[in-house]
């Protein structure tokens, strides 16, 4: 590989902080490339490297890419059998990978693969995991009980008890420190197409039992709306009424070349689908514009939509949390409003 240099070091990934690169329909999974950023940031703070792990077929050609996001060092495993994830071989791969490497933190993308191998990988190899955080960091920890001090380990960030507290979760005594962070979580870094790295061929010993299952077919489902790559949302919850009036959503988003968002309480009153859902149990987005139509503002909202560039609430009550950290927020019944904004924003063509 032309853009590689050497480090020369027995082990470059020691102690590292590590990303499981995961690919999806022939390219890197966004929540890997943030993930990236993330570790760089941390590696950067810990006097580390980044290491990356991926696992498949034909992806060295995504190594320039991996590097230019924050990596260092690569290791990659290439075997025709395993262009497909499949939960053995390669938790199998990755059980060993991460004895090879020894890094202290490792991190997953919150996806349905990630959600299968993070928590295989944690109990093999006997240490814990904390699912879907919502920020990581790195500081000192003084065990209450015992007064032993921990320095620079990782604080796994998320919220607990249905919501309604935010606990920070640390595993002082285990490396690696796992954790697993849904996509549009942390914000995906500027790559830097001069950066070099290392890549390591990985080398993992299969017994023909690692592929009990043989798949005949495969049908990949996409995605009927994208709402991570959205810069514009209109979101609508329960105040919208039904869904027949939702109409009034999907027409103001139409208008301003928006997506369409909901709450879960209006996916769970059958207004729009769960694909559409923001939110902690949906998908997490940044956009540049928010609109939240009679959503009040639960905290599992908010953590789904609160880094958005700027949110504009409409809401008919003045004291709805949603109104407090909007950039603008307007009090009325939304029937009213946003036919006007409609209207207003249509006549200025
Ligand atoms: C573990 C867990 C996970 C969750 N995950 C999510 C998640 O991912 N996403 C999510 O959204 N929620 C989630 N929730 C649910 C969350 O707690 C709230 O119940 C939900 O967000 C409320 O949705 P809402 O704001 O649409 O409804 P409500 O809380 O009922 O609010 C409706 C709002 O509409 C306003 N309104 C009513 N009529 C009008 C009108 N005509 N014009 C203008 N405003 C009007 C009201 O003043 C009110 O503020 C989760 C809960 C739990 C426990």
Not at 112 to 131: E, F, N, Q
Request: aromatic fraction near 6%.
């Amino acid at each position: 590989m032309s853009n590689t240099k050497k480090t020369g070091k027995k082990n470059p990934g020691k102690d590292s902080v590590l990303v499981y690169i995961e690919s999806q329909h022939g390219e890197i999974a966004q929540v890997s490339l943030e993930l990236i950023g993330k570790a760089r940031e941390m590696a950067d703070k810990l006097s580390v490297t980044v290491t990356a792990v991926a696992i498949g077929s034909g992806l060295k050609k995504f190594a320039q890419q991996i590097f230019s996001y924050g990596c260092d060092t690569l290791y990659l495993l290439e075997d025709k059998r395993l262009a497909y994830y499949e939960t053995i071989p390669y938790t199998k791969a990755l059980v060993q990978a991460i004895g090879q490497i020894q890094p202290q933190i490792a991190l997953f993308g919150a996806t349905s693969i990630g959600r299968d191998i993070a928590p295989r990988v944690a109990s093999t190899i006997k240490v814990g995991l904390t699912a879907d955080c919502t920020s990581l960091e790195i500081g000192d920890h003084e065990d209450p009980r015992t007064k032993k001090t921990y320095q620079n380990i990782l604080y796994q960030i998320r919220p607990a008890f249905g919501g309604n507290i935010i606990a920070t979760i640390v595993s002082p005594e285990h490396r690696p420190q796992m954790a697993t962070v849904r996509e549009g979580v942390m914000k995906l870094g500027m790559p830097d197409k001069s950066r070099k790295g290392v890549i390591v061929p990985l080398k993992v010993k299969f017994a023909a039992k690692d592929f009990v299952n043989h798949v005949i077919k495969r049908v990949i489902s996409q995605r009927k709306v994208n709402l991570t790559a959205a810069h514009i949302i209109v979101s609508g919850g329960a105040g919208v009424g039904s869904r027949e009036n939702f109409k009034l959503i999907w027409d103001f988003a139409e208008a301003i070349g928006g997506v369409v968002g909901g709450s879960r309480a209006a996916v769970d009153n059958g207004f729009v689908d769960h694909d559409h859902q923001v939110g902690q149990t949906g998908t997490t987005v940044r956009p540049k514009l928010y609109i939240a139509c009679g959503i009040s503002g639960a905290i599992q909202h908010r953590a789904g939509m609160e880094h958005a560039s700027k949110i504009i609430a409409i809401n008919s009550d003045p004291n709805a949390p949603m109104l407090k950290i909007a950039h603008y927020g307007i009090v009325g019944d939304l029937n009213q409003v946003i036919p006007k904004m409609i209207k207003a924003y249509k006549s200025k063509g």
